[in-house]
């Protein structure tokens, strides 16, 4: 999942509650280089005031995590762009390993 702003928070949600990710081959990748700022707070509700300040993607896989404790190493967070400067991470093989892509992202 690219993005762990308002959208991703509620994909995110949406997937912990149904599971997914959470079978022997399963894993979601969440990515996001922002931080959670008060202006967030009030759209993104996986994030609470004591969160301010921290990575978006770590935060957010952390609650993904609390509402399902399936997800224990089958989540991990990043925060990297997937841009033409993480090319070397997000690889062709790297794609080729996922089963679903999600653009969670609100703007370009």
């Known amino acids: 999942m ?10 995110l949600k949406n997937y912990a509650m149904l599971g997914i990710g959470t079978g ?18 009030n759209r993104q509700f ?3 005031e004591k969160h301010l300040r921290k990575p978006k993607s770590v935060t957010a896989a952390a609650a993904a995590l609390r509402m399902n404790k399936k997800l224990k190493d089958h989540i991990s967070a990043r925060l990297d762009k997937i841009h033409d400067g993480t090319a070397d991470i997000y690889t062709e093989e790297f794609y080729s390993r996922q089963t679903i892509v999600t653009n969670a992202l609100d703007n370009v």
């Open 2 to 11: 690219v993005g762990a702003g308002a959208i991703g928070c509620e994909l």
């Open 24 to 41: 022997d081959k399963g894993h979601i990748t969440l990515t996001d280089p922002d931080v959670i700022e008060v202006s967030n707070l």
């Open 46 to 48: 996986l994030f609470q």
